[in-house]
């Protein structure tokens, strides 16, 4: 379906964005659920929630097939998996800046209180 990384990253990100999209992928990691299923808790038609699904399904969050009796989703953990990952690599570079921001103060703060002035100076 979609070709490039940060388009999946892209469609993953904007599928998240919505609390009852959110909602129906928390109720599939419980296992596979029709659409009827999937739509009992929410106070909207079934269109509205096959529009969800829709959603998650080119994000490439969900499968939708035909199993038995009604048409089942089930959860795509692959592409949860790729923006975890994402938001790992950012976490890592923003914790590392604040470290450094971190010892940089401290070096500072040191300088004042030796009075060596060299804080000034910077």
């Given at each position: 379906?979609?070709?490039t990384?940060?388009?999946?990253?892209?469609?993953?990100?904007a599928a998240?964005?919505?609390?009852?999209r959110?909602?129906?992928?928390m109720?599939?990691?419980?296992g596979e659920?029709t659409?009827?299923?999937?739509?009992?808790?929410?106070?909207?038609t079934l269109?509205a929630?096959?529009?969800?699904?829709?959603?998650?399904e080119?994000?490439?969050l969900?499968?939708?097939?035909?199993?038995?009796p009604?048409?089942?989703?089930?959860?795509?953990a692959?592409?949860?998996?790729d923006?975890?990952?994402?938001?790992?690599?950012?976490?890592?570079?923003w914790e590392?800046?604040?470290?450094?921001?971190a010892?940089?103060l401290?070096?500072?703060?040191?300088?004042e209180?030796?009075?060596?002035?060299?804080?000034a100076?910077?």
């Amino acid at each position: 379906m979609l070709t490039t990384e940060q388009e999946r990253l892209s469609a993953t990100f904007a599928a998240l964005a919505d609390p009852t999209r959110r909602a129906i992928l928390m109720r599939l990691t419980r296992g596979e659920a029709t659409v009827a299923e999937l739509a009992a808790p929410f106070a909207m038609t079934l269109p509205a929630v096959s529009k969800h699904l829709s959603v998650l399904e080119r994000a490439e969050l969900i499968e939708r097939g035909r199993r038995g009796p009604g048409r089942r989703c089930r959860l795509r953990a692959e592409r949860l998996r790729d923006a975890e990952e994402w938001m790992a690599d950012q976490r890592a570079f923003w914790e590392a800046g604040f470290d450094r921001l971190a010892r940089r103060l401290d070096e500072i703060s040191d300088e004042e209180e030796r009075g060596d002035g060299t804080a000034a100076a910077e």
